[in-house]
């Protein structure tokens, strides 16, 4: 097919044409990053909540941050962060939609995860997570580092609007799986079935 703008008398001016919407191509604006959560995955995650309030059963933070990140790893809180190590990519820096793994601690023995809703600034993140008030979801919740060395070590969450609490101690992020990863983890499934 010949566009009307490519027929050209001279090959030089043709060659030229071409030349600038090739280099028009590479200048192309990058694609945006994500700035929100799926949400798809929020409205599975907070139908799965609805579900198990309205038979009267608890809703833990596990389940509802395996549901938000797809990150799919089972067990208290306190074991994602050694069970990632094998199978996700982890990190020591927040990124949306990873999942904040807290260190147990004699007050919180269980450990906790949440999942990072949005990235602030180096020093400051929002989590969406469950159970950190009992029985309940808590969307779009502050959170801040309060390590010596700006490493994510240990934060305080803001409990309720503009009181941040004690300081807790973090393991790292956990990285949901990329589509790739996904399609693999998905694929070795089918084939362990059959």
Known sequence: MILPF???KTPLR??????????????????????????????????????????????????????LSGVEIHGNARTWWKQAQADFP???APELGAV????????MPLGHVGVVSAVEGDRKIR???????RNEVSLNMSVIDVSKNNDWSRVR????PGAYG??????GFILPDSPTQALATRLKERLSED
């Open 127 to 133: 989590i969406d997570h469950a159970n950190w008030h």
């Open 157 to 160: 969450v803001e409990t309720y």
């Open 14 to 67: 043709a060659a030229m044409m071409l030349g600038a919407l090739a280099l028009a191509g590479c200048a192309s604006a990058p694609m945006p990053q994500e700035t929100t959560l799926d949400p798809d995955r929020m409205s599975f995650a907070m139908s799965e909540v609805e579900d198990l309030q309205s038979r009267g059963a608890r809703v833990w933070c596990v389940p509802f941050a395996r549901n």
């Open 166 to 171: 004690s300081v807790y101690p973090i393991n």
């Open 6 to 8: 490519m027929t050209m």
């Open 100 to 107: 904040m793994a807290f260190a147990p601690t004699s007050a």
């Open 90 to 92: 982890v990190s020591h």
